[in-house]
């Protein structure tokens, strides 16, 4: 796989919370001279973006970012504005604790109905795979399937730890086959992009990509 096509599954990511419009700028700016996938961005810059870039790129951005434990109508409004502001992809976070509570059902229908809110825009379901049983990781692929979220995403890049090669072939076992894997967090080499991407990776959220392939080291996520 050449530069080009690895870079064409970046979300190209910047979500520091004291992230400036200067460097959102440069995210933007590489993500266009790169041709990534997107450009993952806070919430508070996706209208500026597009008023300034407009359809030189794709705006993802996050809701329930990064703890999940906001309740449904919040991520709801969240996403309405989002996508009227001129964001194409929403990466949403799942309550984890209705998960050890045991309530898949209740995880599920929160993911169906964000994503008749997305309607025709990508949603991306970040399962936050840190905190979670070998069982419950299973039980969440099982949910985003049924709930018919376009993606499964393994991190925040904000928890305990980030995506392993381990949890994306566990996906890849577990998810409906309409169903495609995001991997994000602690992606720091090219060497990674290339093995997460060979073991059924479709995206992968990083902040490291474009500077890997000018020969700086990862910065993480």
């Known amino acids: 796989m050449n530069q080009k096509e690895i870079l064409s599954h ?19 700016e ?10 993952c961005v806070p919430p508070s810059y996706i209208k500026r973006i597009h008023d300034t870039y407009g359809d030189k790129l794709t705006i993802c951005t996050v809701v329930g970012f990064p703890l999940g ?19 194409k992809e ?24 964000l994503k008749n809110a997305c309607g025709s825009h990508v949603l991306k ?11 419950e990781k299973v039980a969440l692929c099982k949910a985003v399937t ?25 996906m890849k076992e577990n998810v409906g086959s309409q169903v495609k894997i995001k991997a994000a967090g602690g992606v720091k080499t090219i060497e990674d992009l290339e093995a997460f991407l060979s073991a059924g990776a479709s995206r992968i959220g990083t902040s490291s990509a474009v500077n890997l392939f000018k020969g700086e080291a990862g910065k993480g996520y």
Request: proline share 1%.
């Open 125 to 135: 379901v970040i399962i936050e795979t840190c905190y979670l049983t070998q069982e």
């Open 90 to 113: 929403i990466d949403m976070v799942i309550n984890i604790g209705d998960v050890k509570n045991g309530d898949f059902n209740k995880v599920e229908e929160e993911i169906r109905t």
């Open 146 to 170: 049924l709930a018919g979220a376009d993606y499964i995403k393994t991190s925040t890049g904000f928890g305990t730890g980030g995506a392993t090669l381990e949890d994306v072939k566990l």
């Open 10 to 28: 970046i979300d190209h990511t910047l979500l520091k919370p004291f992230a400036t419009w200067e460097e959102i700028k440069i995210l933007c």
């Open 69 to 87: 434990y906001s309740v449904t109508e919040a991520k709801v409004k969240e996403i309405e504005k989002a996508l009227n502001s001129g964001c």
């Open 30 to 39: 590489e993500a266009i001279a790169n041709q990534t996938a997107s450009v």
